[in-house]
């Protein structure tokens, strides 16, 4: 009877060690489900320059990962309405690439300018035009509508097909003021977006258009000026002279998640090995500085 009773009373104690166990592993689950759900939730929202956009996709992308709670929603749409947005307050940050100064309609004392990055620019073309150098002249005609076949450019007998950004992209903006001396392109079709330029121009035949380094692939044709090759060595001295910053502008002085975020943009992590995996350039690569009204100067 009493062999018996122990071992009841052992089965018994085995139970209760198990039940125990059961409850606290629901113990720490619960524990662990009420710490994620007790993270701090914040949202902000970059709007502006696609040119900038795949760059801060990526950066908000990890960011998230690493920082559970924090939202941050990236959109294109020009950096005329980035910094129009920022500046209105309808979004904590503006992505442009000019400054705000070279922008009409925009008070740029009321934002604060980052600059986060470094792009180049460059004529591109279908790959079917049979051209791979030209003059800034040539360019020049072929944008304003003097220059109507690739022919006269010594490429082929066929009719060039002008693919312009919209009114407001700064990548237009700066296409024009650096490439094209600041004369107006024809009028022509227009895109809103550098990966809807890409694809048209690698599709249609006698295509050209401008877009930044970051979205020039083997698809199309990036073009010489003046037999200078648009390359990131060349930016970083100013010897290709088509290129801008990237800038992020906030409302006044960043706080919270936008300051967190900003900062973690001009970090090493996104500087040395994000901004060059993705095809642009770090403030701290180039030699030399440019200022609003385009004067240059050695670093």
């Given at each position: 009877?009493?062999?018996k009773?122990a071992?009841?009373?052992s ?9 125990a166990g059961?409850?606290?592993a629901n113990?720490s689950?619960k ?9 701090k ?5 970059a ?13 908000a992308t990890?960011y998230m990962n ?11 749409g ?7 947005k920022?500046v209105e ?7 442009s690439?000019?400054?705000?100064e070279?922008?009409d309609g ?10 986060v990055?470094?792009?180049?620019f460059a004529?591109v ?6 051209v ?9 005609g072929i944008?304003t509508g003097?220059?109507?076949n690739w ?6 007998d066929?009719?060039?097909?002008i693919?312009n ?12 003021k ?16 550098s990966?809807?330029?890409q694809k048209?121009v690698?599709?249609?035949p ?5 877009l ?10 990036a073009l010489?000026v ?6 990131e060595?060349n ?35 996104v ?10 350039m770090s403030?701290s690569?180039?030699?030399?500085e440019?200022?609003a009204?385009?004067?240059?100067t050695?670093?």
């Amino acid at each position: 009877m009493r062999k018996k009773f122990a071992t009841l009373f052992s089965l018994l104690t085995i139970f209760a060690v198990i039940a125990a166990g059961c409850g606290n592993a629901n113990g720490s689950q619960k524990s662990g489900s009420s710490n994620s759900s007790s993270a701090k939730q914040e949202s902000i929202t970059a709007v502006g320059s696609t040119a900038l956009q795949p760059l801060v996709q990526e950066a908000a992308t990890q960011y998230m990962n690493n920082n559970a709670g924090a939202t941050i929603n990236v959109q294109g749409g020009g950096s005329g309405t980035g910094l129009s947005k920022v500046v209105e307050g309808a979004v904590q940050i503006g992505n442009s690439d000019v400054f705000a100064e070279e922008k009409d309609g925009i008070d740029a004392s009321k934002i604060v300018d980052h600059k986060v990055a470094v792009v180049g620019f460059a004529p591109v073309v279908n790959k079917g035009v049979g051209v791979k150098n030209i003059t800034k002249q040539q360019l020049i005609g072929i944008f304003t509508g003097k220059i109507t076949n690739w022919k006269e450019v010594g490429g082929k007998d066929q009719k060039i097909v002008i693919i312009n950004r919209a009114e407001g992209s700064g990548t237009r903006t700066e296409f024009e003021k650096w490439a094209l001396d600041g004369a107006t392109t024809v009028k022509a079709q227009e895109q809103d977006s550098s990966g809807t330029v890409q694809k048209i121009v690698s599709e249609t035949p006698g295509a050209i258009s401008y877009l930044a380094f970051s979205y020039i692939n083997d698809k199309v044709q990036a073009l010489k000026v003046d037999g200078v090759e648009p390359t990131e060595d060349n930016v970083k001295t100013n010897k290709w002279k088509i290129w801008a910053y990237e800038h992020m502008y906030t409302n006044g002085e960043p706080k919270g998640l936008t300051k967190k975020f900003i900062d973690y943009m001009l970090s090493d992590e996104v500087q040395k090995n994000l901004v060059p995996k993705l095809g642009y350039m770090s403030i701290s690569d180039m030699k030399v500085e440019r200022d609003a009204k385009g004067n240059v100067t050695n670093k």
